[in-house]
Every structure is written in structure tokens, then in C-alpha cells.
């Protein structure tokens, strides 16, 4: 039988759900952050995300359907991402995953997620100041 996923590992859809919900409250209430999304409202912004996440750690493929390929650096040059704005993404991101329980997420996937949003988030980076 083929090895579980990481998604489904974790909890699935709710996981993913209650991750980038919290995670774009603090963008909401994140003053740096808040300024970079364009949109007013970020319903779409966090459906995005979510469906992102939930693709790149096995689940469902929703994102590339509607999407296409993520190209994310690409998708990111419309904002100037420099160590402040990584930096307060990544602290969103942080809070964000401290809200999962560790009955849902074990010590050794969360260690992988954090990884992965690090290693991101830095590549995501498009100006030096
Ligand atoms: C949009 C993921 C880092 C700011 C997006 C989207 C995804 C994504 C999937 C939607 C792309 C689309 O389909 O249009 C990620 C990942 C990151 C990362 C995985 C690193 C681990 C950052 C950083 C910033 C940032 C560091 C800057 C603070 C934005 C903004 C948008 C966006 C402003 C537009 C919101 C929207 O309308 O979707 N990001 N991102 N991202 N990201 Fe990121």
C-alpha cells in the first residue's frame, strides 16, 4: 500500500483549513503584511493558499486545476518581498502553526512543515532591503 501522505498524516482538509485560516488572521492584523495583499477582501487570498498547501502535501489537486502550474516566485514579483516582509510572513506562518494541536501534527511533521516555509519564504524574497 502506498506510504501515507503528509496530508493526510496531519488531519487532512480541516488541518489545512484551520492552518491558513489563522494564518491570514495575522495577516489581517499584521501592518506590514496587510498592505502588501491587493485585495480588500482576503477570502480568495487564503483559498489560494490553502489549496497550494494542501496540493504540495499530497492532497487534493484543486490548486492546479484552477491555477496551473504554482510558479510562486513568478506569482510573488508584484510585491516587494525583502527580510521584513519574509520575516513577518514567516512569523504569520509560525502563530499560524502553533494553533495545530500536537495530537494532530507530531513533532516530526511539524519540524518537516517548518522546514518547507523557511526554505520558502526565503526563496520568496525579490529585494534586499
Ligand atoms: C500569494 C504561497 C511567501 C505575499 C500567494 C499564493 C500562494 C502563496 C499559493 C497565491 C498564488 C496564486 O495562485 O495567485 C506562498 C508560499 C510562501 C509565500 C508557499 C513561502 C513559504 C510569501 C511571502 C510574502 C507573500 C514571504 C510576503 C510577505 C503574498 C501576497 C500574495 C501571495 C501579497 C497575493 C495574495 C493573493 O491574492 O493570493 N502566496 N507565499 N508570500 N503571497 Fe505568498
Not at 81 to 93: S, T, V
Not at 110 to 128: C, K, L, T, W
Request: net charge negative; aromatic share 12%; proline share 6%.
Amino acid at each position: 500500500k502506498p506510504a501515507q501522505t503528509f496530508y493526510d498524516a496531519v488531519g487532512g482538509a480541516e488541518t489545512f483549513r484551520v492552518l491558513t485560516a489563522r494564518f491570514y488572521e495575522e495577516v489581517e492584523r499584521d501592518e506590514i503584511l496587510r498592505r502588501l495583499y491587493p485585495e480588500e477582501d482576503l477570502g480568495p487570498a487564503e483559498r489560494r493558499m490553502r489549496m497550494f498547501l494542501e496540493q504540495y502535501w499530497g492532497g487534493p489537486r484543486t490548486y492546479s486545476d484552477e491555477r496551473g502550474h504554482p510558479r510562486l516566485r513568478m506569482r510573488h514579483n508584484p510585491f516587494v518581498i525583502g527580510p521584513f516582509e519574509r520575516d513577518a510572513w514567516l512569523r504569520a506562518m509560525h502563530t499560524a502553526l502553533a494553533s495545530i494541536d500536537s495530537d494532530t501534527m507530531d513533532d516530526e511533521h511539524r519540524q518537516q512543515f517548518v522546514d518547507y516555509i523557511e526554505m520558502a519564504a526565503q526563496s520568496m524574497m525579490n529585494s534586499p532591503i
